[in-house]
């Protein structure tokens, strides 16, 4: 079992920027691929940026170039950096971990933008 526990969310202005963070419980943190989802009221739950144990990181074409996701093994920490922030950007986001059949997600954070 594996808990996940996101912080960093909260109200910014348009153009601004946020960074989540999303500590993980255990201690094979390294072995899982991580990523973030986000879910805006009425729609479905969607990619945003993934990360796996190694290898390159994949983000949605939504987010090239505005977000990154970038993880620490030692601190069993993933984060996203999330740049030039936009209205439609406000969601729900969730972090997400997965290992071969086992997929585990934390509570969210919101994050709002908005003038």
């Known amino acids: 079992q594996v808990q996940l526990v996101e912080s960093g969310g909260g109200l910014v202005q348009p153009g601004g920027s946020l960074r989540l963070s999303c500590a993980a419980s255990?201690?094979?943190?390294?072995?899982?691929?991580m990523g973030w989802y986000r879910q805006a009221p009425g729609k479905q739950r969607e990619l945003v940026a993934t990360?796996?144990?190694?290898?390159?990181?994949n983000y949605a074409d939504s987010v090239k170039g505005r977000f990154t996701i970038s993880r620490d093994n030692t601190h069993n920490t993933v984060f996203l950096y999330m740049n030039n922030l936009a209205p439609e950007d406000t969601s729900v986001y969730y972090c997400?971990?997965?290992?071969?059949?086992?997929?585990?997600w934390g509570q969210g954070t919101q994050v709002t933008v908005s003038s």
């Open positions: 255990s201690t094979i943190f390294s072995v899982y691929a």
């Open positions: 997400n971990a997965k290992r071969a059949f086992s997929t585990y």
């Open positions: 990360i796996p144990s190694g290898g390159s990181a």
